[in-house]
């Protein structure tokens, strides 16, 4: 079959990962392209310039996200969708959603190469705000592209300084016209690298991810009394810092108590006033609870509320729980799931089915369209760190078995 010999070229694949790397770099070798910033902006216009190079016209939604159409020969062929994000963490790696983008891209190039034509369109997209750290919560713009989140709602999304979301995507003038969630698709795929251990320890090329697990963010407020730490008598403390030490400590306990898949821990902390010699009187926190289990979900997030309660009540402060995010444990669509695993087989990559521990925007997609998720091994399972890493092998690997998952579907005319 003409297919079998499908590879893409995986050092302008990795020259073009670099290329994007260099625009925002964190301070420690890796990206700092946060959703929106001007770093965002400069990296969708490089994105964009690559886009029209291939031949791909660019559509933009209302949220942002970016759709590089290549043209099939059926016209009313639904397209096949491949992509991922190119925001990226504050401390994040040069690999984490820039890969799935730039996969797409070069497959493109690749047919384009080889002057193959599919039925089916393909549309490499690059997915707005999938990190949810700027803009809670995550994948907020696929979120609204499915229809689990209305416009006017994500548009209203405050950072830290309290621009909102909508300023911002008008600000750097990538505020689009279509529609968000206006587009049919045949099927979307995304590459990404695990995020986790498990493909690099045993030495697997490829992970088939068969399902998302469920995610839950819930933001803490937490009011006691600022007062001096030194003057202050222990029992007359109305310490929010110990409540939040306290409920922290029970995440991690009820996490290890649903031992090996769930998780929890809270990666966003406010202190106030933060002044070393004050007892904090308010504390703000997210607690991201995760499981492939939604009972063992929901569980933990009852739980979370009543332990969290009990210790406050012990420390007589006041609390409040606010859900600002999360999605239910996601199962992939069984014949995109099968395309990948058949592709990994054929090319003769080591392969192993994996439940993804991280959320990503395809697990939005599979609501809206039969959707899976190709992924790679990183070093030490290490991301949302600047150290992340991945080898050249494994992003070819990766980008091979989804080019041949893509054209599975796009199906190859000549
Ligand atoms: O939070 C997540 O799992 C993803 O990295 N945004
Ligand atoms: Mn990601
Ligand atoms: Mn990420």
């Given at each position: ?123 490499v997209t690059n997915w707005t705000n999938e990190e949810g ?140 006033p933060n002044s070393r010699n004050v007892i904090p009187g ?71 089915d994996l439940i993804s521990g991280a959320g990503h925007d ?53």
């Amino acid at each position: 079959m003409l297919t079998d010999n499908l590879r893409i070229d995986a050092n302008r694949l990795w020259d073009s990962i670099m290329e994007m790397a260099k625009i925002a770099p964190g301070v420690a070798g890796g990206s700092n392209r946060q959703t929106l910033t001007d770093g965002d902006k400069e990296g969708r216009e490089l994105f964009q310039t690559w886009c029209k190079d291939a031949g791909l016209s660019v559509g933009v939604d209302r949220m942002g996200s970016m759709f590089a159409t290549r043209e099939g020969e059926d016209s009313d062929a639904l397209p096949v969708y491949v992509g991922s994000h190119l925001d990226t963490q504050p401390t994040g790696g040069k690999f984490d959603g820039v890969l799935g983008v730039l996969a797409g891209l070069e497959i493109v190039r690749t047919l384009n190469d080889l002057g193959v034509k599919t039925k089916h369109p393909i549309v490499v997209t690059n997915w707005t705000n999938e990190e949810g750290t700027r803009f809670a919560p995550a994948m907020l713009a696929s979120g609204v592209f499915a229809g689990i989140h209305d416009e006017e709602w994500a548009y209203e999304r405050v950072d830290n300084d309290g621009k909102t979301f909508g300023n911002e995507l008008k600000r750097i003038g990538w505020q689009g016209d279509e529609a968000t969630g206006g587009r049919k698709m045949h099927a979307f795929f995304e590459l990404h690298i695990e995020q986790g251990p498990i493909l690099e320890a045993e030495g697997k090329d490829i992970g088939v991810v068969t399902h998302g697990q469920g995610l839950s963010w819930t933001e803490v407020t937490i009011t006691g009394k600022d007062s001096h730490t030194g003057s202050t008598p222990m029992p007359m403390r109305r310490n929010a810092g110990l409540g939040m030490a306290r409920i922290l400590d029970f995440v991690n306990t009820m996490a290890f108590d649903h031992a090996p898949h769930a998780v929890g821990a809270a990666g966003h902390i406010e202190v106030y006033p933060n002044s070393r010699n004050v007892i904090p009187g308010r504390v703000v926190f997210t607690v991201d609870l995760r499981s492939p289990n939604l009972d063992i979900l929901t569980e933990m997030g009852d739980r979370l509320r009543h332990e969290g309660r009990k210790i406050c009540d012990s420390l007589d402060l006041e609390v409040t729980f606010e859900k600002v995010g999360g999605f239910d444990p996601v199962e992939f669509d069984t014949e995109c799931v099968t395309a990948v695993r058949e592709a990994a087989e054929k090319l003769g990559y080591s392969h192993r089915d994996l439940i993804s521990g991280a959320g990503h925007d395809a697990c939005w997609i599979n609501r809206v369209a039969p959707t899976a998720m190709v992924m790679c091994p990183c070093v030490d399972g290490l991301s949302h760190n600047e150290a992340e890493d991945i080898s050249l092998d494994w992003a070819k690997a990766g980008t091979d078995v989804l080019f041949h998952a893509v054209v599975e579907r796009a199906e190859i005319v000549s």
